[in-house]
């Protein structure tokens, strides 16, 4: 048994971190890849505690019976990212942005060097830290942890790697009914053991809620069946069609993964989960509505009881908000290609809407951003079920005082800011 392997099941204590991250890409959802020079030598650290339409009609103030009393999101009940999560009225509104920890941070940089993401992540210290740094140099509301949404599927062995310039990549993609005994129960305390050990580090440190996620059922699939990142995804369209009893064991299948990896990470101290299904977009809402909805909606029955906020994110997913929805988010994540006020519209006005400033605005010069940034909160109207974010994950090329601004400028001018 080798080091890594007896950490996972607790027979041997995790060294601290002194190495390099490294490099390949930035988790959660889909991965890119950098060309910038390797980092030099060890970089030596320590975790740093950061300074400190109408609402839903019955918003909940406490969370669910399966949380103790001593769990994190009961102590920052109050916080503006859980207040907006239930639909209240924060004393600002809330912001966080989706990779808002990674290649856009000169300090990310400065720790990591090639290899696979999946090795960081396997380090609870190291990817504590990273979890860390957006929130001091920014001002965040929330924190969200440093992982990726194939962590489970390697941690299974059903041979998953993120390849630098790639993205994932399946050693042997799935093809057949005999491919699903490749994917065995995901066991969180041996397998996921790592990750557990990240989100205990980090709820001791933290004074904002951390999100937890896993990617959804469809999403996950796509990569298992295509073999690696699609434009087109019509080797898992042609499976959804023509084996539609296949279809549904193998999203069965990984929608007991997402469950069980997001259960694991709020148990350990997340305040609220996303689920990640970052390309559900490729699809018509009448095979959203037939192969994936179902799915994400047991999703989400089986991890209510947790009494979290739970949110529901994907690119390109204008036509399919009302069953985002409806799948039992009590947040749905926007993207930049459509209003606030119509996904408002869209999803009934009953759940938090969060987002939705384009990724590549913030490239442009700040009183352009400032710009786009006040006309979300205008489209937002003053509806206090409101968390700003963008509309995809922070481009690397993002210049990191551009972030801090734009959450400086959502504190300041947000309506709950004003007392509006």
């Known amino acids: 048994m080798d080091s890594s392997t007896a950490y996972r099941r607790g027979d041997l204590p995790r060294p601290s971190p002194e ?53 994190p999101s009961h102590r920052l009940v109050d916080s503006p990212y859980l207040r907006a999560c239930r639909g209240e009225r924060p004393s600002r509104v809330p912001v966080w942005f989706q990779r808002q920890a990674g290649r856009s941070l000169p300090e990310y940089r400065s720790l990591r060097r090639e290899g696979s993401i ?24 929330a924190a969200i942890l440093y992982s ?67 990617g959804a059922p469809f999403t ?18 042609a499976l959804m069609l023509d084996n539609p009893g296949l279809w549904h064991r193998l999203m069965d299948r990984l929608a007991d993964l997402s469950v069980a990896s997001i259960r694991s990470q709020v148990l350990a101290g997340a305040s609220a989960l996303q689920l990640f299904d970052s390309w559900a977009g490729a699809l018509s809402p009448r095979d959203y509505a037939e192969f994936v909805l179902p799915h994400s909606r047991r999703i989400f029955n089986e991890l209510s009881p947790l ?18 929805a409806e799948a039992g988010a009590t947040v749905v994540g926007i993207d930049w290609r459509i209003p606030l006020d119509e996904a408002r519209r869209r999803t009934g006005g009953q759940v938090t809407l969060q987002g939705n400033l384009d990724p590549a605005v913030c490239l442009a010069s700040w009183p352009t951003v400032a710009r786009r940034v006040r006309r979300i909160l205008q489209d937002n109207d003053g509806h206090p079920g409101h968390v700003f974010n963008l509309g995809h994950g922070v481009l690397p090329e993002t210049d990191p005082d551009i972030l801090r601004r734009v959450v400086e400028l959502v504190h300041q001018e947000g309506p709950a800011s004003n007392g509006d």
């Open 307 to 324: 009494g979290v906020p739970m949110a529901h994110f994907g690119v390109g997913t204008g036509e399919l908000l009302s069953m985002f």
């Open 220 to 237: 996950l699939a796509s990569y298992l069946v295509e073999g690696r990142p699609s434009r087109t995804y019509g080797r898992t369209k």
């Open 19 to 71: 190495g390099l991250i490294r490099s390949g890409d930035d988790p959660i959802g889909c991965t890119r890849t950098s060309t910038s020079a390797v980092g030099p030598g060890a970089v030596a650290f320590r975790v740093m505690t950061p300074g400190k339409s109408a609402a839903r009609s019955a918003p909940v103030r406490t969370t669910g019976s399966a949380l103790g009393p001593d769990h």
């Open 118 to 141: 999946l090795d960081t992540i396997a380090d609870p210290e190291l990817s504590a830290e990273i979890t860390m740094q957006p929130v001091r140099r920014y001002g965040v509301d």
């Open 148 to 214: 990726d949404i194939v962590v489970p599927l390697q941690a299974i062995g059903f041979g998953v790697d993120v390849v630098p310039g790639v993205g994932p990549v399946i050693d042997r993609p799935f093809e057949t009914e005999a491919d699903l005994d490749r994917l065995r129960p995901v066991e969180p305390d041996v397998d996921l053991a790592h990750v557990e050990a990240t989100v205990r580090i980090l709820v001791d440190e933290l004074d904002v809620p951390l999100i937890g996620f896993a």
